[in-house]
């Protein structure tokens, strides 16, 4: 099988070969048109939506588990684990593989439905109001259950505890989130907020921490801010994955920090994320509160903490050091790790087509993923443009109002004039 880290079959000629007696003059080839924000939107959206589906069916394995049931790394779109998940796995009868979107893209796709409706910045009561009411009252198609029922349907556990605590139990918005199991459910989902608030990493950051505390807690709502800030940072003109690696550190707090300087330590000694799934493993360990079996976590997993992180965040920003930003290198090895790499390889996903836009991901994925999981990609994307656009002029708006009202409390003579 290809290794994961290799070039595209159809790269160009080494430069060192002899031309062809036939072949017209060389010529540089132009540079690509700069990055326009719709195309980091679409970058970033599609990009999740592939990397959550190639992660789907190898969720919760090890490394050698993937190698043993596929005879090599998984390079592309595969089929599901099991052929049937239904006995499978009773309490979660959801189909993956063939590339079938999870839950994290459904919360996605909604969250970008609140923009479009409250066409402005959203806060915990926005989940109240908007996002909830999505999730219970409207069927729509689910890829793993290859039928239609209402979002909640798909939801995880923990992710039904957002639904139970804020409209069944009536909890403060702000509130709700606190006492729910601590992961990556709320930051998986968080990509919108980093693109709405776009090259302003410290805007996002605060948004999805407010955002997300109808849902989580702890290292889980921290995952979910430096998550959207990674996006943010992504969409600034020359991003690097170093410099959305930076802007995590610069925001990040507690146990999430140090766990992605610790596995950001490790990837600086690797180019091949294959040799790097050990060591990153083991750099993420003693932050990571599920422990070395994910489906069965120790008797500590998932309960607040200032010492620990979620897994995901960190391996995802890991990886895009490794893969030096490249989709196909990046999301690949996120997915050969294994353990939740649905969401690993989603947030990935997201931050590394934020960095390239919609040319990173290769399109025969994106295609697959659109046809098997009957979802359009590319409409969340033009509809998240359009608001983030909108939210913009409004923030401009509302940033020369406040200048021109400080600017006459500072200067007593504009007071007089006006």
């Excluded at 959203?122 to 729509?140: E, F, S």
């Excluded at 919609?358 to 295609?367: H, I, L, Q, T």
């Amino acid at each position: 099988m290809t290794p994961i880290d290799a070039p595209p079959s159809d790269a160009p000629p080494s430069a060192d070969a002899p031309p062809s007696a036939d072949a017209p003059p060389s010529r540089t080839p132009a540079a690509p048109p700069p990055l326009t924000l719709a195309d980091r939107v679409t970058g970033a959206l599609v990009g999740a939506a592939v990397g959550d589906a190639l992660g789907g069916p190898v969720e919760g394995h090890s490394p050698d588990r993937i190698v043993a049931r596929h005879g090599g790394r998984v390079t592309g779109v595969v089929g599901p684990w099991d052929d049937d998940r239904r006995p499978a796995r009773s309490l979660a009868p959801f189909r993956t593989g063939d590339g079938r979107v999870t839950d994290g893209t459904l919360m996605t796709h909604a969250l970008i439905r609140v923009y479009g409706t409250v066409r402005d910045h959203l806060d915990a009561y926005a989940v109240a109001d908007h996002l909830v009411p999505d999730l219970i009252t409207t069927p729509r198609w689910i890829p793993g259950l290859e039928a239609e029922a209402l979002p909640l349907t798909r939801l995880s556990l923990a992710g039904k505890w957002l639904v139970t605590r804020v409209h069944y139990g009536h909890t403060d918005p702000r509130e709700a989130g606190t006492g729910n199991a601590v992961d990556c459910g709320a930051a998986v989902y968080m990509a919108p907020v980093g693109l709405v608030n776009a090259a302003d990493p410290p805007a996002a950051y605060a948004e999805a921490i407010d955002l997300a505390g109808a849902h989580q807690s702890s290292y889980g709502r921290e995952a979910a801010g430096v998550f959207a800030a990674a996006v943010a940072a992504a969409c600034l003109p020359g991003a690097t994955p170093a410099s959305v690696v930076a802007a995590c550190l610069t925001l990040a707090k507690d146990g999430t920090r140090a766990a992605i300087e610790a596995v950001c330590a490790v990837a600086a000694r690797h180019r091949c994320t294959e040799s790097a799934l050990r060591g990153l493993r083991e750099a993420v360990a003693p932050f990571d509160t599920v422990g070395p079996r994910h489906h069965s976590p120790s008797l500590g997993a998932r309960r607040p903490s200032r010492l620990h992180s979620v897994e995901e965040l960190p391996i995802a920003l890991g990886m895009l050091l490794i893969g030096a930003g490249d989709y196909r290198r990046t999301v690949l090895g996120c997915v050969n790790y294994g353990r939740n790499c649905a969401s690993t390889a989603a947030m990935c996903g997201a931050i590394a087509g934020a960095l390239g836009g919609e040319r990173a991901v290769p399109d025969e994925w994106a295609r697959r993923v659109a046809e098997a999981s009957r979802l359009d990609l590319h409409a969340p994307a033009k509809e998240l443009t359009e608001s983030a656009e909108e939210i913009f002029h409004r923030d401009t708006r509302r940033r020369r109002a406040r200048e021109s009202a400080f600017a006459e409390l500072t200067d007593p003579q504009l007071a007089i004039v006006r």
